[in-house]
T-cell receptor, first 115, second 114 residues
């Protein structure tokens, strides 16, 4: 296992700009999750994919947010017209489809700062 | 609605002391899963344990132990003989579907000094 990989590790942007993050899950992991973590808080669920299908979206995911997993492998999370309130750590995690699903494997996250 | 409460924001101990982290949860489901994750300064969340609601046996893994009590909706975590490497933020989490959609608590920062 090479682990869950996220890119970039850090992103600084100006308010109003669009940003895109990438997540590469562990190979053969069917489910992929996005979470957001603000300072001093626990991660909050945003959305998840089963293969290429996006099966659930949190109410936290406003219209400015869009996530894709086009071929059921890597995923992207795009934020349009960023706001200062979007500043957070964006975490990606994956889980096997069948056995071994008792734990999420997390990436190191993308830290977003909106100025 | 699910809710996880970790009332302790930060705990500071001296190496070799024991430390207990409290976790209280709320759920309407009879089947649910409880987790503990560790987040070291590097930021990557590390899985420690998963418990389902039908298994109230306490568990010990090395210096770590967990006490699950359904009667009080608590799932507490104890680190025995703490070490500096235990310094991290620890999260308790609840899931109703056994997969990856978790409701996390706010976390408890553990600081272990030599």
């Amino acid at each position: 296992d090479t682990g869950v990989s996220q890119d970039p590790r850090h992103k600084i942007t100006k308010r109003g700009q669009n940003v895109t993050f990438r997540c590469d899950p562990i190979s053969e992991h069917n489910r992929l999750y996005w979470y957001r973590q603000t300072l001093g808080q626990g991660p909050e669920f945003l959305t998840y994919f089963q293969n290429e299908a996006q099966l659930e979206k949190s109410r936290l995911l406003s219209d400015r947010f869009s996530a894709e997993r086009p071929k059921g492998s890597f995923s992207t999370l795009e934020i349009q017209r960023t706001e200062q309130g979007d500043s957070a750590m964006y975490l990606c995690a994956s889980i096997p489809g069948a056995s071994g699903r008792e734990k999420l494997f997390f990436g190191s996250g993308t830290q977003l700062s909106v100025l | 609605a699910q809710k996880v409460t970790q009332a302790q924001t930060e705990i500071s101990v001296v190496e070799k002391e024991d430390v207990t982290l409290d976790c209280v949860y709320e759920t309407r489901d009879t089947t649910y899963y409880l987790f503990w994750y560790k987040q070291p300064p590097s930021g990557e969340l590390v899985f420690l344990i998963r418990r389902n609601s039908f298994d109230e046996q306490n568990e010990i893994s090395g210096r770590y132990s967990w006490n699950f009590q359904k009667s009080t909706s608590s799932f507490n975590f104890t680190i025995t003989a703490s070490q500096v490497v235990d310094s991290a933020v620890y999260f308790c989490a609840l899931s109703e579907d056994s997969w990856g959609k978790l409701q996390f608590g706010a976390g408890t920062q553990v600081v272990v000094t030599p």
